[in-house]
């Protein structure tokens, strides 16, 4: 059964910044893509940040347009980890954030196609 738990939400200033975690079980896939998508209060959810590890342990990333610049990913396959390190945060960067995985090494824009999801956590920026 996989399992993903995601950590290090909390309150901050505009221009602040915060490091989310998300720790995976269960999850044996070598060749796959994890991935951050966040969920503002009235919005549709969507995707922030992939990052895909291939067979030999290549990581490939991408990043959606508004946090590029912004925000870095990163995967720890052997700690089966994945991270998000967010700076200049912003009020619209207001979310909760959830982190994603899949079965293999396939990704897609559209929050529906994702395999497994952890609880969220909650990314508030207010002054």
């Known amino acids: 059964q996989v399992q993903l738990v995601e950590s290090g939400g909390d309150s901050v200033q505009p221009g602040g910044s915060l490091r989310l975690s998300c720790a995976a079980s269960?999850?044996?896939?070598?060749?796959?893509?994890m991935g951050w998508l966040r969920q503002a209060p009235g919005q549709e959810r969507e995707w922030v940040a992939v990052v895909c590890s291939g067979q030999i342990g290549q990581l490939t990333t991408v990043y959606a347009d508004s946090v590029k610049g912004r925000f870095t990913a990163s995967q720890d396959v052997a700690r089966n980890t994945l991270s998000l390190q967010m700076n200049n945060l912003k009020p619209e960067d207001t979310a909760l954030y959830y982190c994603a995985a899949n079965r293999g090494h396939y990704w897609s824009r559209n929050v529906r196609e994702w395999d497994y999801w952890g609880q969220g956590t909650q990314v508030t920026v207010s002054s």
């Open positions: 269960g999850y044996t896939y070598i060749s796959r893509c």
